[in-house]
């Protein structure tokens, strides 16, 4: 049975419609307004993100992945391991990366740990860090879920992709390219991706429909203004001599030379496809505005002179992200956000760079090659990432929780779901006694994940003191395997797709029922 059967438009005709609308003039103004108001309703919205039928309730569910590049440390975290566990296990606490037991603290009635790190340095840079992990813990401690991993590389880029794909689990698709297909039809642009180096790359399946694929965006702060052919332009024509201007443009390259030899090339159809009915699906739902985290600040940022405007959820995130403009990864949190609630995506993918960060106010915001400064520091560059990535999560976790996803009293965070990933964890070993130690890439680690949707308060896994290397577990299951060390990268991907409730129908993947919330 077809969608218009169901009573529903399908995406071309309803990408159709909403380039008709883009076209209108004086005459079709109304219906311009119209087209575009409708399309912001509770209802409407629900609507749109429901076009592809999705298991269970078939609403829409979000995933954000943030990608903790450099090698973001487990048993820096929430599985620490404190001096004197190891030193009861035979082992030697001062030759491991392990820690004094007042640094360690638990979080009551719960499985995880929460590590608390006060120096004067930054590797080598002089900076005072004073971290404590234990607030961030203990307030999603029932949305948390660790699981422990091995991966199959140590590679920085080949490891950042493994960890989006389960190593090619699924015919080599991302967890984004896997949500955007199950829930992403008929939006705007379903997959948007703002990470670095492997985490910003596709995957390699090139049957899934195009939009699926992710719409790398380098300068969130900037690019939501590149979202519409002639807002912010002074003496513009009217909508409808642009519609014919392009009209006329799209034919003239169809009957060109080029366009006569390659028009059967998939890349010049998807880049066709953009430019009609994909570009009008951006400008007429005004995301060049509702997506617009800047404000209205004359002679700087003259946006009323242009026509434009801010969100209208602008100022309170600037007041959630007030270095949006100089920090990448505020500025990536506060697009993820306006994203999720305007129903543009339902997989944003955003975290730090390997460039060193520093705000307009000189506020040290990364380390360069961010935790893997590691190599230089470990123990004070592990504590600061951890700690910028927690608070910036912190913040969207609030955002998300304030918005309705519809009417029947669900928040967004309730349908959401981030997924800190990271290549790899960190060696374990350090010379006797040293306060101050460098580490290496080490296969062994362990992932964090947060959403009302998976397992809270679990650690898939464990840690041995006597080596504070992780271990396995059954991923249908969640009872842990001490003896297994072997990859599982294709569990996490399983799980995390069962706990978005993705149809993984003739996939192969494990059943990996351990990370959903029952």
Request: with cysteine; glycine share 10%; proline share 6%.
């Given at each position: 049975m077809s969608l218009r059967q169901n009573g529903r438009l399908s995406r071309r005709e309803m990408l159709k419609a909403l380039s008709m609308c883009a076209a209108g003039s004086a005459t079709l103004g109304p219906l311009l307004t119209g087209c575009r108001d409708a399309l912001?309703?509770?209802?409407?919205?629900?609507?749109?993100?429901?076009?592809?039928?999705?298991?269970?309730d078939g609403k829409p569910r979000f995933l954000i992945v943030v990608?903790?590049?450099?090698?973001?440390?487990?048993?820096?975290?929430?599985?620490?391991?404190?001096?004197?566990?190891?030193?009861?296990?035979?082992?030697?606490?001062?030759?491991?990366?392990t820690f004094a037991d007042a640094q360690v603290r638990d979080v009551g009635g719960s499985p995880f740990r929460a590590v608390k790190v006060e120096t004067d340095y930054l590797g080598s840079i002089p900076l005072q860090v004073k971290t404590d992990q234990l607030p961030f813990v203990r307030k999603y401690k029932d949305s948390m879920l660790v699981a422990t991993s091995v991966g199959t590389s140590v590679n920085h880029v080949i490891a950042q992709k493994r960890s989006l794909t389960g190593n090619n689990a699924w015919r080599g698709r991302t967890l984004q390219e896997c949500v955007a297909l199950q829930y992403g039809a008929g939006l705007p642009l379903p997959?948007?991706?703002?990470?670095?180096a492997g985490y910003s790359e596709r995957g390699v399946d090139t049957s899934l429909p195009a939009y699926c694929y992710g719409e790398v965006v380098a300068k969130p702060s900037l690019w939501p203004l590149g979202l519409d052919g002639m807002k912010g332009l002074k003496d513009m024509p009217s909508r409808d001599v642009l519609a014919l201007v392009r009209s006329t443009r799209n034919t003239l390259d169809a009957e060109s030379v080029f366009g006569r030899t390659f028009d059967d090339a998939a890349a010049l159809r998807r880049w066709n496809a953009q430019r009609t009915e994909g570009q009008s699906a951006l400008e007429v739902q005004d995301l060049i505005n509702r997506l617009n985290v800047m404000p209205d600040n004359p002679p700087g940022m003259p946006l009323a002179e242009y026509g434009l405007s801010s969100s209208p959820d602008g100022e309170r995130l600037r007041a959630a992200f007030p270095n949006y403009m100089t920090d990448a990864v505020e500025a990536q949190a506060a697009l993820a956000f306006l994203l999720i609630k305007n129903r543009v995506s339902v997989s944003v993918t955003l975290g730090p760079s390997f460039n060193i960060g520093v705000t307009s106010s000189r506020e040290f915001t990364n380390p360069p090659l961010a935790f893997d400064f590691s190599h230089n520091e470990h123990r004070s560059v592990q504590a600061f990432m951890w700690s910028r990535l927690m608070t910036t999560i912190d913040k969207l976790i609030e955002l998300l929780k304030s918005e309705p996803f519809d009417s029947s009293g669900e928040?967004?965070?309730?349908?959401?779901?981030?997924?800190m990933a990271t290549e790899f964890g960190r060696t374990r070993t350090r010379v006797e006694g040293a306060t101050q130690f460098g580490t290496g890439h080490d296969l062994n680690n362990g992932f964090m994940i947060l959403s009302p949707m998976v397992r809270g308060n679990t650690v898939l896994g464990g840690v041995d003191p006597s080596t504070t290397l992780t271990h396995g577990f059954d991923p249908r299951t969640g009872a842990p395997e001490p003896g297994k060390m072997t990859s599982n990268e294709a569990d996490i991907f399983s799980g995390i797709l069962q706990a978005m409730g993705v149809d993984t129908s003739g996939s192969g993947l494990p059943d990996a029922s351990a990370f959903v919330r029952t």
């Amino acid at each position: 049975m077809s969608l218009r059967q169901n009573g529903r438009l399908s995406r071309r005709e309803m990408l159709k419609a909403l380039s008709m609308c883009a076209a209108g003039s004086a005459t079709l103004g109304p219906l311009l307004t119209g087209c575009r108001d409708a399309l912001t309703t509770p209802a409407a919205l629900e609507q749109l993100g429901g076009v592809r039928h999705a298991r269970l309730d078939g609403k829409p569910r979000f995933l954000i992945v943030v990608g903790a590049v450099g090698g973001a440390s487990i048993i820096d975290s929430m599985l620490a391991v404190r001096a004197s566990e190891t030193a009861a296990a035979g082992a030697s606490p001062a030759k491991l990366n392990t820690f004094a037991d007042a640094q360690v603290r638990d979080v009551g009635g719960s499985p995880f740990r929460a590590v608390k790190v006060e120096t004067d340095y930054l590797g080598s840079i002089p900076l005072q860090v004073k971290t404590d992990q234990l607030p961030f813990v203990r307030k999603y401690k029932d949305s948390m879920l660790v699981a422990t991993s091995v991966g199959t590389s140590v590679n920085h880029v080949i490891a950042q992709k493994r960890s989006l794909t389960g190593n090619n689990a699924w015919r080599g698709r991302t967890l984004q390219e896997c949500v955007a297909l199950q829930y992403g039809a008929g939006l705007p642009l379903p997959n948007v991706n703002m990470g670095n180096a492997g985490y910003s790359e596709r995957g390699v399946d090139t049957s899934l429909p195009a939009y699926c694929y992710g719409e790398v965006v380098a300068k969130p702060s900037l690019w939501p203004l590149g979202l519409d052919g002639m807002k912010g332009l002074k003496d513009m024509p009217s909508r409808d001599v642009l519609a014919l201007v392009r009209s006329t443009r799209n034919t003239l390259d169809a009957e060109s030379v080029f366009g006569r030899t390659f028009d059967d090339a998939a890349a010049l159809r998807r880049w066709n496809a953009q430019r009609t009915e994909g570009q009008s699906a951006l400008e007429v739902q005004d995301l060049i505005n509702r997506l617009n985290v800047m404000p209205d600040n004359p002679p700087g940022m003259p946006l009323a002179e242009y026509g434009l405007s801010s969100s209208p959820d602008g100022e309170r995130l600037r007041a959630a992200f007030p270095n949006y403009m100089t920090d990448a990864v505020e500025a990536q949190a506060a697009l993820a956000f306006l994203l999720i609630k305007n129903r543009v995506s339902v997989s944003v993918t955003l975290g730090p760079s390997f460039n060193i960060g520093v705000t307009s106010s000189r506020e040290f915001t990364n380390p360069p090659l961010a935790f893997d400064f590691s190599h230089n520091e470990h123990r004070s560059v592990q504590a600061f990432m951890w700690s910028r990535l927690m608070t910036t999560i912190d913040k969207l976790i609030e955002l998300l929780k304030s918005e309705p996803f519809d009417s029947s009293g669900e928040s967004l965070w309730d349908r959401s779901l981030i997924y800190m990933a990271t290549e790899f964890g960190r060696t374990r070993t350090r010379v006797e006694g040293a306060t101050q130690f460098g580490t290496g890439h080490d296969l062994n680690n362990g992932f964090m994940i947060l959403s009302p949707m998976v397992r809270g308060n679990t650690v898939l896994g464990g840690v041995d003191p006597s080596t504070t290397l992780t271990h396995g577990f059954d991923p249908r299951t969640g009872a842990p395997e001490p003896g297994k060390m072997t990859s599982n990268e294709a569990d996490i991907f399983s799980g995390i797709l069962q706990a978005m409730g993705v149809d993984t129908s003739g996939s192969g993947l494990p059943d990996a029922s351990a990370f959903v919330r029952t």
